[in-house]
């Protein structure tokens, strides 16, 4: 079956550091892969996708590219901030399925201090 | 306008109890999900609506968990006979069509003691 596996955390870094968090995933074919973010006492949020291979999703400075070959889609960003702070989720939706039927990371909680 | 709503935040109950949580997608949204986040696991897909479709109901984890959708809106999920592993945040989405994001609530924390 489909399955992501994401850095486990927690994830401490210092603002302005350089940021990976890893997401590999197993699935047949070419999954949607996604990117979702909690910030504390919110709801879920989409941060970024990418549904075909070698796309780059990007967004509030944040990167991922869809790598077929390695099966990874790592979350990049270069120079994190405190309101970074939040809890990221790794995801793929099976293809021809579209959005539904997500399979999730477990998350990694990220920190940054000041 | 407003987001996804779920309520109860947070439910407590006793082993062997029923619990109801309730869901309110964004209007207007035709297709709505359930999720669910257990200590240490990642989120797992539970049950799915589009419109008037018959739900997707392969994740659901044991027939004492049940939904349904009422008039193609807001969304309750059972859960008859509660046991503590089903202590866990339970989460809805809703989007606008299949292929659409998918837009989270806040989700309820459910506690079975």
């Known amino acids: 079956g489909n399955s992501v596996t994401q850095m486990e955390g927690p994830v401490t870094l210092s603002e302005e550091a350089f940021l990976t968090i890893n997401c590999t995933y197993t699935a047949t074919g070419y999954p949607s892969l996604f990117w979702y973010v909690q910030y504390p006492g919110e709801g879920l949020q989409l941060l970024l996708k990418a549904t075909k291979a070698d796309d780059k999703g990007s967004n509030k400075g944040f990167e991922a590219t869809y790598r077929k070959e390695t099966t990874s889609f790592h979350l990049e960003k270069g120079s994190v901030q405190v309101s970074d702070s939040a809890v990221y989720f790794c995801a793929l939706s099976p293809p021809n399925f579209g959005n539904e039927k997500l399979t999730f990371g477990t998350g990694t909680r990220l920190t940054i201090i000041p | ?113």
Do not use: M
Not at chain 2, 11 to 19: L, P, Q, R, S
Not at chain 2, 23 to 32: K, Q, R, V
């Open chain 2, 1 to 113: 306008g407003a987001g996804v709503s779920q309520s109860p935040s947070n439910k407590v109950t006793e082993k062997g109890k029923d619990v109801e949580l309730r869901c309110d997608p964004i209007s207007g949204h035709t297709a709505l999900y359930w999720y669910r986040q257990s200590l240490g696991q990642g989120l797992e897909f539970l049950i799915y609506f589009q419109g008037n479709s018959a739900p997707d109901k392969s994740g659901l984890p044991s027939d004492r968990f049940s939904a349904e959708r009422t008039g193609g809106s807001v969304s309750t999920l059972t859960i008859q006979r509660t046991q503590q592993e089903d202590s866990a945040v339970y989460l809805c989405a809703s989007s606008f069509l299949r292929e659409e994001t998918q837009y989270f609530g806040p989700g309820t924390r459910l506690l079975v003691l």
